[in-house]
């Protein structure tokens, strides 16, 4: 299982009056509050006088696992919205609660199709001719996460006309769509669309089309 850290939770050193709890804590993250669904998120946590084994973590939204080494949660939100995450101490009678904090959660925006790690706009062909296949990211995001494209097409259009078509059931280049990008020509454009991605949990995404222009 890929770890994927969104989450940093330090608990150390101020109180959370508001909530009414004693022990003293402090709680930030490295995205803004945010957790999303679909994907494992890593919470690390330190408490006041506890040692990490001495804490349970527990969620209002899907369910958290801990790490081996128990110094590591990871939580899998089932829904958008808003997740709480509760800390709780194993020692005390009926698990006390240490104190609660709130995650804004959300779906992870679909990765984009990139040739050459462009997204679209001009390609030379002498580099197109060579490339082996198309991939896809998220590029706003410093996480892995793997995603395996099943299927798309691929248009060449010369003066606003097609002069070839290919179905394609991999990110890499079949040899007939190898053959084909030698006939292209300046000023041709190459479209890839219909594109059907899945993820690691086996949901399938499409992803929008990407278009570019041959140059010399």
Do not use: W
């Not at 709680?27 to 804490?55: H, M, Q, W």
């Not at 080494?69 to 800390?87: A, F, H, M, Q, R």
């Not at 219909?194 to 995404?205: D, F, P, Y």
């Amino acid at each position: 299982m890929t770890k994927i850290h969104f989450i940093l939770i330090v608990i150390f050193f101020s109180a959370m009056p508001l909530l009414g709890f004693s022990q003293r804590f402090v709680v930030s993250n490295l995205r803004e509050n945010i957790i999303y669904v679909d994907v494992p998120n890593t919470l690390n946590f330190a408490v006041e006088g506890r040692l990490c084994k001495d804490i349970l973590l527990s969620t209002d939204n899907g369910k958290i696992e801990v790490t081996q080494d128990s110094s590591n949660y990871i939580i899998y939100p089932e829904k958008v919205g808003y997740t709480e995450v509760i800390l709780c101490d194993k020692k005390s009678k009926k698990h006390r609660v240490i104190g609660k904090y709130g995650f804004r959660t959300k779906y992870l925006p679909n990765p984009i199709v990139l040739l050459a790690g462009k997204s679209g706009g001009e390609i030379r062909k002498n580099i197109l001719k060579v490339l082996p296949g198309i991939t896809v990211a998220l590029p706003t995001f410093d996480f892995d996460i793997k995603y395996a494209i099943e299927q798309y097409t691929v248009i060449i259009f010369r003066d606003n006309k097609t002069i070839y078509s290919h179905e394609c059931e991999s990110a890499i280049f079949s040899d007939a769509l190898k053959s084909s990008f030698n006939t292209i020509e300046i000023n041709d454009k190459i479209v890839f669309l219909n594109i059907s991605c899945k993820l690691a949990n086996n949901k399938r995404i499409s992803l929008s089309p990407a278009e570019f222009k041959i140059v010399d």
